[in-house]
């Protein structure tokens, strides 16, 4: 196999990773929508309230997690190390903590659900029913 045919095909295996899509989910009591605006103000602790006036608490999937890397780089426009620097300052000046990390799609779907007031992101293809999409960035 030529080097082009191994390009070629690399890129075929890669074409769904790079086509996965990412949707922010929300509490079953929560708003039914939100705006990437108000999203990214609550991940960068612009904010701290939902569109109907819930108190937010935002998750966040591990760096390195390729979801993580696509909901920033659609809402935040920040990378893992823009993030880590944000919240390196954000937390010595005591201006606010991070968005809890949870450790995968299914336990931000638990914590979102236990949680009134909160919001996570996960790939689509992780939603089910016991959760709602209330963005698709």
């Known amino acids: 196999m030529n080097k082009q045919s191994l390009i070629i095909l690399a ?4 074409s769904p990773l790079a086509m996965a899509e990412v949707v922010v989910i929300g509490h079953p009591a929560g708003p039914d929508s939100i705006s990437s605006n ?3 103000d609550i991940y960068l602790n612009r904010s701290q309230q939902l569109p109907d006036g ?23 426009g920040r990378n893992d190390a823009q993030l880590k620097a944000f919240w390196s300052q ?3 000046t005591g201006r606010g903590q991070p968005p809890e990390e949870q450790g995968n799609a299914a336990a931000i779907k638990a914590r979102v659900l236990s949680t009134p007031g909160s919001i996570g992101y996960l790939d689509a293809a992780d939603v089910d029913a016991t959760v709602k ?3 698709t960035p």
Do not use: C, M, W, Y
């Not at 890129?11 to 890669?14: D, I, N, P, T």
């Not at 819930?54 to 935040?76: C, I, M, W, Y």
């Open 11 to 14: 890129s075929l295996l890669l």
């Open 38 to 40: 108000q999203v990214r």
């Open 54 to 76: 819930q108190k937010a608490r935002a998750f966040e999937l591990p760096e390195g997690n390729s979801a993580r890397s696509e909901f920033h780089d659609k809402v935040t």
């Open 90 to 92: 954000q937390v010595f």
């Open 133 to 135: 999409v209330i963005l």
